[in-house]
């Protein structure tokens, strides 16, 4: 079920994306646009994002050998760096706001409010599933190593964090480099 889940999601994205690549294109974002993204501070809360895979996967590991405890330790540190990215995307989006950067200033900000406020949302949907493990954890109710729950939510981070790589490359590395 969470294979047919991300499949639509990602189709989702891919549409989106192609949006944003066709608007960048045809009608051109202005160079000014671009000047209003901070990449260096998006890409340290990127790879915080980043390392929240590797944090989640050390968590699945001891969960499929049950070591229970390790997996309280690692869960909690994915949803810690997964709170502090999406703290850093909100951190960017109060300071958009302030220089007047809306979603409707114009296609662009547009295109990136829509982009990745989507993609922000599957953060929050992540994070929501992995505290709701973390709690089963805390109380005892999760120490079945059978279990495909954690899988199943794993398949559903990595794919965030695959996302975010697209979209992080597509909104922010590229047009730096055009630049």
């Not at 989702?12 to 000014?32: D, E, H, N, P, R």
């Not at 330790?73 to 760096?81: D, E, P, V, Y």
């Not at 899988?151 to 975010?164: A, E, K, L, P, Q």
């Amino acid at each position: 079920m969470m294979k047919l889940v991300i499949a639509t999601e990602s189709v989702l994205f891919i549409c989106i994306m192609i949006t944003y690549v066709y608007f960048a294109l045809s009608v051109g974002f202005t160079k000014q646009a671009n000047h209003y993204l901070d990449i260096k501070t998006t890409g340290l809360f990127s790879v915080l994002l980043f390392s929240s895979s590797f944090t989640l996967m050390q968590a699945e590991k001891n969960y499929a050998i049950g070591e229970i405890k390790k997996l309280k330790i690692w869960l909690a540190a994915t949803i810690f760096l997964g709170g502090v990215f999406l703290f850093g995307q909100l951190k960017e989006y109060a300071k958009l706001l302030t220089q007047n950067f809306s979603i409707s200033l114009d296609i662009f900000s547009t295109n990136f409010f829509t982009l990745t406020g989507l993609h922000a949302f599957h953060v929050i949907i992540g994070l929501i599933l992995l505290i709701i493990v973390l709690i089963l954890a805390l109380l005892g109710d999760f120490d079945r190593p059978n279990s495909t729950v954690l899988g199943s939510i794993g398949m559903y981070w990595h794919f965030v964090d695959i996302v975010w790589i697209l979209v992080f490359t597509l909104v922010y590395v590229v047009p730096y480099l055009l630049k």
